[in-house]
């Protein structure tokens, strides 16, 4: 079993930055990728960005490579998503969620996921 629990979202400007933590827990996370996810009203789960633990290699959705940077802290056994330059468009529930499948963008395969944090942008 893999526990993750995210926090740090919030209201913000556009423009503005925010950094998105998940605290990862559970005796074989190591082995396991950690991304971010995204949920907006009345639209389907979106992948935003994924970090394999062992190795620290990342991924990045097309929409926010170059804004958004993902990274891990060992010791905190915590993943963060740091977030630049947010957008009205960014307005969602952030989830992290675990799995093996490192880099693919489909929710189901991910087996453990967070409750999720709320960040909106405002314009």
């Known amino acids: 079993q893999v526990q993750l629990v995210e926090s740090g979202g919030g209201l913000v400007q556009a423009g503005d930055s925010l950094r998105l933590s998940c605290a990862v827990s559970?005796?074989?996370?190591?082995?396991?990728?950690v991304a971010w996810f995204r949920q907006a009203p009345g639209r389907e789960r979106e992948f935003v960005s994924a970090?394999?633990?062992?190795?620290?290699?990342?991924y990045y959705s097309d929409s926010v490579k170059g804004r958004f940077t993902i990274s891990r802290d060992n010791a905190k056994n915590t993943v963060y998503l740091q977030m630049n330059s947010l957008k009205p468009g960014d307005t969602a529930v952030y989830y992290c969620?675990?799995?093996?499948?490192?880099?693919?963008?489909?929710?189901?395969?991910?087996?453990?996921w967070g409750q999720g944090t709320q960040v909106t942008v405002s314009s």
């Open positions: 970090i394999l633990w062992s190795t620290g290699s990342t």
């Open positions: 559970g005796r074989t996370f190591t082995n396991y990728a």
């Open positions: 969620a675990a799995g093996r499948a490192f880099g693919s963008l489909t929710p189901r395969n991910y087996p453990y």
